[in-house]
């Protein structure tokens, strides 16, 4: 593998960091990535701190952290005197939300599970999986998930 020189343009940039060419220019729109070096043409440049700086981006993205988290990770990223609870707290704030939407997800498989074995799958009309979907008191079952209950339904 050729060793890259930097600066690099926006697509090599992308290459190298695993983030697309167009969440680059939304990154450095919304404040993400610092306003970049320019050629006299025009064209954007990236520094080698550039393209890590987008692998540390696209890290914090794959865990899920919003843009939000994503900028106060950044700015204590780059403070060399932070303290490392406040890292620690965005971490397990996020470990939160994760778990949060875990057990959502798990009650929206309890109830599709439920669903799904309720209804014999054959060429006859009747379902209830459409039957429970068009209940006027079934709300939205991510709703139902949120509340952590399943739906009832009759056998």
Not at 11 to 16: F, L, P, T, V
Not at 28 to 50: F, H, N, V
Not at 65 to 79: G, T, V
């Amino acid at each position: 593998m050729a060793m890259t020189t930097f600066p690099v343009n926006i697509g090599a940039a992308a290459s190298h960091s695993g983030v697309s060419a167009k969440m680059i220019r939304h990154y450095e729109q919304i404040g993400l990535m610092p306003a970049l070096k320019r050629t006299e043409s025009g064209y954007r440049t990236y520094a080698e701190t550039d393209v890590h700086l987008l692998r540390f981006i696209r890290h914090a993205r794959d865990l899920g952290f919003p843009i939000k988290q994503i900028a106060e990770l950044l700015s204590l990223w780059r403070d060399r005197r932070r303290p490392s609870a406040k890292v620690k707290a965005l971490a397990l704030e996020r470990l939160a939300q994760l778990n949060t939407k875990i057990d959502e997800l798990q009650a929206m498989k309890r109830t599709l599970e439920k669903l799904a074995s309720s209804c014999q799958g054959n060429d006859r009309p009747q379902c209830p999986i459409l039957d429970e979907l068009a209940r006027p008191d079934l709300a939205a079952v991510g709703s139902r998930a949120r509340d952590k209950r399943t739906v009832k339904f009759g056998t």
